[in-house]
């Protein structure tokens, strides 16, 4: 019997057995762990309610009043998916958290040119025409979010949910034993997404030029300024294209170390005024960004320690798939 540290260790901090059924289970609980603490970053947010969140709405002709009373419904079925994904996934779930995580992202280019402020005591959503930079440069928050809309696709794709009856979306489910063939269309996706959501965080700083990104350095004791996020906006971009191109394990790890740090920074910017440490919520809302480039190590480890020809179909269906009820 694996222990769960071993499930961790193998492939990252230890070499990999090498097995196939180990892997699939480690890809299936990073990716499982990572969508529900995503969606639970998220929600929590929705609970607290967020003036940020307005100009979301606005772009779909949403007003503020009613803006405010639909962020805590939204909060709520959020950290109810989430923890139900841990307890019995379900396809359908999954489908409708790729979809909706990815709505989500799309309406931040879509509201790149508003902005709230606050009249009277009352904030209200205006258009932003403080900088030049604003209407186009949002984009790259569509690509920064990969890490939340990537990894529900990705669970689907291990589960078989594109070859599955009707029937099969809404009932708890037992992964199909993965194929060498699948675990390579992972990985060229987590290639994909990872590299995506550096780049996109790349953006915030070399074009975007977020005062966010500002805050964050400071709270740390660093005199950032334009600058200085421009430039780390630049090396963020070259360690995107590369894990893209050449995803070697050493990437990998400089990648996930770089998005923990960064990512931790909210915490002391308090990047939500008087939020203070509960602003470690925006952390855990972007879990994708540590749990692709994790999946990623598992992968790798697993090809190092492959020295058998690739199983067949017979052999895969011999160990069995992943019991995602357990």
Same mark, same amino acid.
């Given at each position: 019997?694996?222990?769960?540290?071993?499930?961790?260790?193998?492939? $990252?901090?230890?070499?990999?057995?090498?097995?196939?059924?180990?892997?699939?289970?480690?890809?299936?609980?990073?990716?499982?762990?990572?969508?529900?603490?995503?969606?639970?970053?998220?929600?929590?947010?929705?609970?607290? $309610?967020?003036?940020?969140?307005?100009?979301?709405?606005?772009?779909?002709?949403?007003?503020?009043?009613?803006?405010?009373?639909?962020?805590?419904?939204?909060?709520?079925?959020?950290?109810?998916?989430?923890?139900?994904?841990?307890?019995?996934?379900?396809?359908?779930?999954?489908?409708?958290?790729?979809?909706?995580?990815?709505?989500?992202?799309?309406?931040?280019?879509?509201?790149?040119? @508003?902005?709230?402020?606050?009249?009277?005591?009352?904030?209200?959503?205006?258009?932003?025409?403080?900088? @030049?930079?604003?209407?186009?440069?949002? $984009?790259?928050?569509?690509?920064?979010?990969?890490?939340?809309?990537?990894?529900?696709?990705?669970?689907?794709?291990?589960?078989?949910?594109?070859?599955?009856?009707?029937?099969?979306?809404?009932?708890?489910?037992?992964?199909?034993?993965?194929?060498?063939?699948?675990?390579?269309?992972?990985?060229?996706?987590?290639?994909?997404?990872?590299?995506?959501?550096?780049?996109?965080?790349?953006?915030?700083?070399?074009?975007?030029?977020?005062?966010?990104?500002?805050?964050?350095?400071?709270?740390?004791?660093?005199?950032?300024?334009?600058?200085?996020?421009?430039?780390?906006?630049?090396?963020?971009?070259?360690?995107?294209?590369?894990?893209?191109?050449?995803?070697?394990?050493?990437?990998?790890?400089?990648?996930?170390?770089?998005?923990?740090?960064?990512?931790?920074?909210?915490?002391?910017?308090?990047?939500?005024?008087?939020?203070?440490?509960?602003?470690?919520?925006?952390?855990?809302?972007?879990?994708?960004?540590?749990?692709?480039?994790?999946?990623?190590?598992?992968?790798?480890?697993?090809?190092?320690?492959?020295?058998?020809?690739?199983?067949?179909?017979?052999?895969?269906?011999?160990?069995?798939?992943?019991?995602? $009820?357990?």
């Amino acid at each position: 019997m694996i222990s769960r540290l071993d499930y961790f260790s193998q492939g $990252t901090f230890s070499p990999h057995s090498g097995n196939l059924t180990t892997l699939q289970t480690q890809l299936h609980w990073t990716f499982r762990v990572t969508v529900a603490l995503t969606f639970i970053g998220h929600g929590v947010w929705g609970l607290f $309610t967020k003036s940020g969140w307005l100009p979301f709405f606005a772009s779909q002709g949403i007003e503020p009043d009613i803006a405010w009373r639909l962020q805590r419904p939204i909060g709520v079925l959020d950290i109810a998916l989430g923890v139900l994904i841990l307890w019995k996934p379900r396809r359908l779930i999954l489908m409708w958290m790729f979809v909706w995580a990815g709505l989500t992202a799309m309406l931040r280019p879509l509201a790149a040119n @508003l902005m709230t402020v606050q009249v009277d005591g009352e904030w209200t959503v205006q258009l932003d025409t403080s900088s @030049l930079n604003v209407p186009k440069m949002q $984009t790259w928050e569509f690509w920064e979010r990969a890490g939340n809309w990537g990894p529900p696709f990705l669970l689907l794709l291990l589960g078989g949910a594109f070859c599955m009856r009707m029937k099969d979306w809404v009932q708890p489910y037992t992964e199909p034993p993965v194929k060498e063939s699948t675990v390579d269309t992972i990985f060229f996706l987590c290639r994909i997404v990872l590299g995506l959501l550096l780049i996109g965080h790349a953006g915030f700083g070399f074009a975007a030029e977020k005062q966010m990104l500002i805050d964050h350095w400071q709270s740390i004791g660093i005199d950032a300024d334009v600058a200085f996020i421009t430039n780390v906006g630049y090396a963020e971009l070259a360690l995107g294209i590369l894990v893209m191109l050449v995803p070697v394990r050493a990437l990998i790890w400089v990648a996930l170390s770089w998005k923990l740090f960064t990512e931790l920074l909210y915490v002391p910017a308090d990047s939500n005024a008087g939020k203070g440490i509960f602003n470690i919520f925006e952390t855990i809302e972007r879990w994708g960004d540590f749990g692709v480039p994790l999946a990623m190590l598992f992968i790798i480890g697993y090809r190092r320690a492959r020295t058998v020809p690739t199983p067949s179909i017979a052999e895969a269906t011999s160990e069995g798939g992943v019991d995602s $009820t357990v």
